[in-house]
Structure formats: C-alpha cells, structure tokens
C-alpha cells in the first residue's frame, strides 16, 4: 500500500504564500492520483486539489483555483501545493492523499492518507 507522509507547515501571515509537500513511498505512484484536502474543526474534510500523477492533468476547488497550485516536485516521488495569497479561511491541516483510479473530489474514494501537517494563517 502506498504510504504518504506531508510536510512544510507552519505559520503565514496574511496574503503570504507556502508551500506544503507530500512524499510518497511504498507502492509504485506511476497508476495514482494524488489530491490534497484539508479539514478544520469547523467543516468536513474537503477538496483543494488533485493531480493525475501519468498525465499531468490537474483540477481544483473553486475557493483555491487560481491562488493554489499542485505539481510534481522535483524530489523523486513528491508532490506539493504551492498556496499563494494565503487567508485566514485557509487556516486548516491540510492531507495528501492518493487513490489507484482517475482524480476525484471526494475524500472517501481516496485509500491512501498522509497524517496531516498544520497550516495556520494570522490577519
């Protein structure tokens, strides 16, 4: 089974940028999409990005599209996502994730989690 683990969190001041990583081990990721959701106290887990691992094809939620970004990193078998314009409203641990089928939006078709890592933003 595939094995993710994130890392990059941290603190951000308003209108900042991070970026957030997720390495990826185990099982060959070449047949997966990889996504990355996020899930504060308030809400239930939800959608940010998801990236075809094979095709490069990318889609997003409509609260990041256009201020978030998620890709291949260079590092052998890492992804991350680049989040720019950061607002406290992003404030959330953020998951990678993956599943051995096409992207999907919702968190219960992806089998493979990493434990999270903390992304707070200050006003």
């Known amino acids: 089974q595939v094995q993710l683990k994130e890392s990059g969190g941290g603190l951000v001041q308003a209108g900042g940028s991070l970026r957030v990583h997720c390495a990826v081990s185990g099982r060959t990721i070449s047949a997966y999409a990889v996504a990355w959701f996020r899930q504060t106290p308030r809400k239930e887990r939800e959608f940010v990005a998801a990236?075809?691992?094979?095709?490069?094809?990318?889609n997003y939620a409509d609260s990041v599209n256009g201020r978030f970004t998620i890709a291949k990193a260079s590092a052998k078998n890492t992804f991350y996502l680049q989040m720019n314009s950061l607002q406290p409203t992003d404030t959330a641990v953020y998951y990678c994730?993956?599943?051995?089928?096409?992207?999907?939006?919702?968190?219960?078709?992806?089998?493979?989690w990493g434990q999270g890592t903390q992304v707070t933003v200050s006003s």
């Open positions: 994730a993956a599943r051995r089928s096409t992207r999907s939006i919702f968190a219960r078709e992806y089998d493979s």
């Open positions: 990236l075809n691992w094979m095709t490069g094809d990318t």
